[in-house]
């Protein structure tokens, strides 16, 4: 086998290149909006599965195998953040790998796309064309907005009877502060959808429809002449709605929409596969490539420096089979050759990286090499934590991720008495995870901590796990606080002889009061201005 040492791989030109030809975003949607249709879709157009229907273990379509993927199945929910890449080759030429990270598609796991979110350089905005935004959509947005990513808006489901565009696009602008500069502009009212007029060219696209819209739909590109010819009334429509947008300022704009200004729209229908290619193309021509990132200092790491990467996502569990932890790092910098040892800026310890992976699904293969935007797949990597740095040779910490403020909490116990190893084990490995996070207080004592979670279903995961696959049931007692804040420790003795309050040291060390509604926190604050209750981040923040 031949040694490869960091200093052979690290060409910055090579890397810079690999940068640049990389899209890594995410798909921010509303649950049914039609976010693994999609997904499903741009990989079809990118050939990376033979017919749609392949990608995602969805009821019927594929057998899973794990327990883990039992109770999504069960549930009708996707809890397991993965990763897909593939290559593709715009018509133009223009050669591209694109990285698209799965988030969940239940609310009560928002942490976890929170925490994919900071691994993207941009999201897609996915709207159900006949529900407008809707309340998740809004939430997500607010954290793209928070974290400054650029957003591609696409509205879904034109095929079927929805809202009038203007509309849709009166919306965004006007319920996120968003504005929308359509690159596309439907052909026909949503449940009569003939194509799009591409307002860049002025020409018409017109989709047809393929069995099930299994296969990638043809596309025909016709003159504004003959889409006259052949739609006199509903063409006539579109160019007058699209000179009405135009007049309005509603144009793409590069630089307004890398700066979080303006979002680009497309119209589509993913069942169908029409606008996928559209979206494709944006991708590859407007979406933006890697670019330097911050560290903690604020120092920016450009994407040619060497190797850094952060761990956005520690998942256990996935495979029955092997019960294995994989620790998800989006690579800031430089080239990773898997088997290299990197360094692990925790604990400045050595990481060897043997196992490195990439996830999708219930697929795995093996990675050999990645770039600035990759997602990396580390097996086995107990060491990792969500927000860790990995580097080589020039030291490197990103900022950490935040955690959002937990809203649920839960007294966990052991089913069994007997079990205070495995109760202490799991209970650890779950914190560290992310799953929920870790209260404990010397009242309630190391036998009982505190769960406390964004979503009430982030319980149920911790409850399967702990049995299921940790050896060691829990019995959960709901408490009733619905807040928290976090405070100093001057403050705790008068917040803890407050009724309905309580203080408790989250795992990182933080000292979260707990508070059972607003009112009491309102009142407390605006009696006592000098106590310490500081906001914890928030979605909406
Ligand atoms: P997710 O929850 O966002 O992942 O949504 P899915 O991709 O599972 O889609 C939810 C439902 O909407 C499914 O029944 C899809 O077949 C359907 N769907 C998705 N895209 C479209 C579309 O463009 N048109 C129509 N008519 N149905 C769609």
Same mark, same amino acid.
């Given at each position: 086998?031949?040694?490869?040492?960091?200093?052979?791989?690290?060409?910055?030109?090579?890397?810079?290149?690999?940068?640049?030809?990389?899209?890594?975003?995410?798909?921010?949607?509303?649950? *049914?909006?039609?976010?693994?249709?999609?997904?499903?879709?741009?990989?079809?157009?990118?050939?990376?599965?033979?017919?749609?229907?392949?990608?995602?273990?969805?009821?019927?379509? !594929?057998?899973?195998?794990?327990?883990?993927?039992?109770?999504?199945?069960?549930?009708?929910?996707?809890?397991?953040?993965?990763?897909?890449?593939?290559?593709?080759?715009?018509?133009?030429?223009?050669?591209?790998?694109?990285? =698209?990270?799965?988030?969940?598609?239940?609310?009560?796991?928002?942490?976890?796309?929170?925490?994919? =979110?900071?691994?993207?350089?941009?999201?897609?905005? =996915?709207?159900?064309?006949?529900?407008?935004?809707?309340?998740?959509?809004?939430?997500?947005?607010?954290?793209?907005?928070?974290?400054?990513?650029?957003?591609?808006?696409?509205?879904?489901?034109?095929?079927?009877?929805?809202?009038?565009?203007?509309?849709?696009?009166?919306?965004?602008?006007?319920?996120?502060?968003?504005?929308?500069? @359509?690159?596309?502009?439907?052909?026909?009212?949503?449940?009569?959808?003939?194509?799009?007029?591409?307002?860049?060219?002025?020409?018409?696209?017109?989709?047809?429809?393929?069995?099930?819209?299994?296969?990638?739909?043809?596309?025909?590109?016709?003159?504004?002449?003959?889409?006259?010819?052949?739609?006199?009334?509903?063409?006539?429509?579109?160019?007058?709605?699209?000179?009405?947008?135009?007049?309005?300022?509603?144009?793409?704009?590069?630089?307004?929409?890398?700066?979080?200004?303006?979002?680009?729209?497309?119209?589509?229908?993913?069942?169908?596969?029409?606008?996928?290619?559209?979206?494709?193309?944006?991708?590859?021509?407007?979406? @933006?490539?890697?670019?330097?990132?911050?560290?903690?200092?604020?120092?920016?790491?450009?994407?040619?420096?060497?190797?850094?990467?952060?761990?956005?996502?520690?998942?256990?569990?996935?495979?029955?089979?092997?019960? *294995?932890?994989?620790?998800?790092?989006?690579?800031?910098?430089?080239?990773?050759?898997?088997?290299?040892?990197?360094?692990?800026?925790?604990?400045?310890?050595?990481?060897?990286?043997?196992?490195?992976?990439?996830?999708?699904?219930?697929? !795995?293969?093996?990675?050999?090499?990645?770039?600035?935007?990759?997602?990396?797949?580390?097996?086995?990597?107990?060491?990792?934590?969500?927000?860790?740095?990995?580097?080589?040779?020039?030291?490197?910490?990103?900022?950490?991720? $935040?955690?959002?403020?937990?809203?649920?909490?839960?007294?966990?116990?052991?089913?069994?008495?007997?079990?205070?190893?495995?109760?202490?084990?799991?209970?650890?490995?779950?914190?560290?995870?992310?799953?929920?996070?870790?209260?404990?207080?010397?009242?309630?004592?190391?036998?009982?901590?505190? =769960?406390?979670?964004?979503? $009430?279903?982030?319980?149920?995961?911790?409850?399967?796990?702990?049995?299921?696959?940790?050896?060691?049931?829990?019995?959960?007692?709901?408490?009733?606080?619905?807040?928290?804040?976090?405070?100093?420790?001057?403050?705790?003795?008068?917040?803890?002889?407050?009724?309905?309050?309580?203080?408790?040291?989250?795992?990182?060390?933080?000292?979260?009061?707990?508070?059972?509604?607003?009112?009491?926190?309102?009142?407390?604050?605006?009696?006592?201005?000098?106590?310490?209750?500081?906001?914890?981040?928030?979605?909406?923040?």
């Amino acid at each position: 086998m031949v040694t490869v040492t960091s200093t052979d791989i690290h060409n910055a030109a090579l890397t810079a290149e690999q940068a640049a030809r990389r899209r890594t975003f995410a798909v921010i949607s509303h649950p *049914d909006a039609g976010k693994s249709t999609l997904t499903e879709a741009l990989a079809l157009h990118a050939k990376v599965i033979a017919e749609a229907g392949a990608v995602h273990g969805k009821a019927g379509r !594929r057998s899973t195998v794990s327990d883990w993927m039992e109770m999504e199945k069960a549930r009708g929910i996707s809890i397991t953040s993965t990763a897909l890449q593939f290559g593709y080759r715009a018509p133009d030429g223009t050669d591209c790998v694109i990285n =698209l990270l799965d988030t969940p598609g239940h609310a009560d796991f928002s942490e976890d796309t929170y925490r994919v =979110l900071t691994a993207v350089d941009c999201a897609v905005m =996915l709207i159900d064309a006949a529900k407008g935004l809707e309340p998740q959509t809004l939430k997500l947005f607010q954290v793209c907005r928070h974290r400054g990513i650029p957003v591609i808006t696409v509205i879904n489901k034109w095929d079927r009877p929805g809202r009038d565009p203007l509309e849709l696009m009166d919306e965004i602008g006007t319920r996120i502060g968003l504005s929308p500069t @359509p690159l596309t502009w439907p052909v026909g009212i949503a449940g009569d959808f003939k194509g799009v007029l591409d307002r860049r060219t002025g020409q018409f696209v017109r989709f047809t429809r393929t069995p099930g819209g299994a296969s990638i739909a043809p596309e025909e590109h016709l003159s504004p002449e003959q889409a006259a010819a052949r739609y006199p009334d509903d063409w006539t429509t579109a160019v007058e709605e699209s000179a009405l947008l135009s007049t309005d300022g509603a144009d793409h704009d590069q630089q307004l929409f890398l700066a979080g200004i303006t979002t680009p729209v497309l119209f589509a229908s993913a069942v169908l596969n029409f606008g996928v290619n559209q979206l494709l193309d944006v991708l590859v021509h407007l979406a @933006p490539a890697p670019t330097a990132r911050p560290d903690l200092d604020e120092t920016p790491r450009a994407v040619d420096a060497p190797f850094s990467a952060f761990v956005f996502k520690v998942q256990a569990g996935m495979d029955a089979a092997h019960r *294995d932890r994989l620790a998800y790092a989006r690579v800031c910098s430089g080239s990773f050759r898997r088997g290299e040892v990197l360094i692990h800026a925790a604990t400045g310890k050595p990481f060897t990286t043997k196992y490195a992976q990439s996830v999708f699904g219930q697929q !795995r293969t093996t990675m050999d090499t990645a770039w600035p935007g990759d997602v990396i797949g580390l097996v086995n990597a107990t060491a990792l934590r969500v927000g860790d740095t990995l580097y080589l040779d020039e030291p490197v910490t990103y900022p950490p991720i $935040p955690s959002f403020a937990p809203e649920h909490f839960a007294v966990a116990r052991a089913g069994d008495a007997g079990k205070h190893k495995q109760f202490r084990r799991g209970i650890t490995q779950l914190e560290q995870e992310g799953v929920v996070q870790i209260l404990r207080s010397n009242l309630r004592g190391d036998g009982a901590p505190v =769960l406390a979670a964004v979503g $009430p279903m982030q319980f149920e995961v911790a409850a399967h796990r702990m049995a299921a696959e940790l050896g060691c049931p829990i019995d959960l007692e709901p408490l009733s606080y619905s807040l928290a804040r976090r405070t100093v420790a001057a403050d705790v003795e008068f917040l803890d002889a407050q009724r309905g309050v309580e203080v408790l040291t989250r795992t990182d060390g933080a000292l979260l009061a707990l508070f059972t509604d607003r009112w009491r926190l309102d009142a407390i604050a605006r009696e006592y201005p000098d106590i310490h209750l500081e906001p914890l981040v928030a979605a909406a923040d």
